[in-house]
């Protein structure tokens, strides 16, 4: 029995994916598993593409960060309702409203099996939602999951040759992804910097996976060897 939160890259929801139905029934299988021998999964989903399109449409007329993060926000919230009423609908005990803060997830938690959420205010991305509800929740662990194999020296679409890492230590993993700070809205790093940052600072281990293959998140939750990154204090 355990307590693990899994961040949910919005892009693994992606909508140019034939298999996506395929993915979202296996990630229900996976939670009604994890909760049958007694879990309790915080579920933290990414904003994707209505995320990235909204943000986009409004870039020419909307400077403020902030402003733009809002919009982030809400795409994530929206792909959270999509998890949390597939979760619903088979029956899996799901908190019944999307927290709106970390603190309101941490209580939920209490209550609940499984709590599905999204992005809280601007300045970080869901990456760092996780980190936190992981952190107050008392989590073992953040998996994160993600659409690379694993975190790479640099990125791998501009530097194919880019060496990959098993394992690497939180400060290592804060000096590939750059200091913890936010720097753009909808901008996408392997790992949020800001979330990095707070991992590090509170020693919480995470594990960096490739979420596409949904083996990778079961195994990660099971404590097996899920072939991604295993990033420790
Ligand atoms: P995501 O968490 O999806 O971040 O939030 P991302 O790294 O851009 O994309 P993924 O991980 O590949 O899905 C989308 C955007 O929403 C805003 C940020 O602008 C973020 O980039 N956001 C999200 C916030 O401002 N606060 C939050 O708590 C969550």
């Given at each position: 029995m355990a307590t693990v939160v899994v961040a949910l890259g919005g892009s693994?929801?992606?909508?140019?994916?034939?298999?996506?139905?395929?993915?979202?029934?296996?990630?229900?299988?996976?939670?009604?598993?994890?909760?049958?021998?007694?879990?309790?999964?915080?579920?933290?989903?990414?904003?994707?593409?209505?995320?990235?399109?909204?943000?986009?449409?409004?870039?020419?007329?909307?400077?403020?960060?902030?402003?733009l993060d809002k919009i982030g926000i809400a795409a994530t919230r929206l792909n959270a309702t999509i998890i949390r009423e597939a979760l619903a609908d088979e029956g899996i005990p799901v908190s019944g409203a999307i927290p709106q803060e970390v603190s309101e997830a941490v209580e939920a938690l209490l209550s609940s099996k499984v709590v599905v959420m999204g992005g809280t205010v601007p300045g970080h991305t869901t990456d760092t939602v996780?980190?936190?509800?992981?952190?107050?929740?008392?989590?073992?662990?953040?998996?994160?999951?993600?659409?690379?194999?694993?975190?790479?020296?640099?990125?791998?679409?501009?530097?194919?040759?880019?060496?990959?890492?098993?394992?690497?230590?939180?400060?290592?993993?804060?000096?590939?992804?750059?200091?913890?700070?936010?720097?753009?809205?909808?901008?996408?790093?392997?790992?949020?910097?800001?979330?990095?940052?707070?991992?590090?600072?509170?020693?919480?281990?995470?594990d960096i996976l490739d979420g596409r293959e949904l083996q990778n998140i079961r195994l990660a939750l099971e404590g097996g060897d899920f072939g991604g990154t295993v990033v420790t204090g």
């Open positions: 693994l929801l992606r909508p140019e994916v034939e298999e996506r139905h395929d993915w979202l029934l296996g990630l229900v299988s996976i939670v009604r598993d994890r909760v049958a021998v007694g879990d309790r999964l915080g579920l933290v989903v990414g904003g994707g593409a209505p995320a990235r399109e909204g943000i986009e449409l409004v870039s020419p007329i909307i400077d403020d960060m902030n402003h996780a980190i936190q509800l992981a952190i107050r929740s008392g989590a073992g662990k953040c998996v994160i999951a993600t659409n690379v194999a694993k975190v790479y020296e640099q990125d791998p679409k501009e530097h194919p040759e880019a060496k990959s890492f098993d394992s690497l230590t939180l400060d290592q993993l804060q000096s590939i992804v750059g200091p913890a700070e936010h720097a753009q809205a909808g901008g996408s790093q392997v790992v949020d910097p800001v979330g990095v940052g707070e991992a590090a600072s509170h020693g919480l281990p995470l």
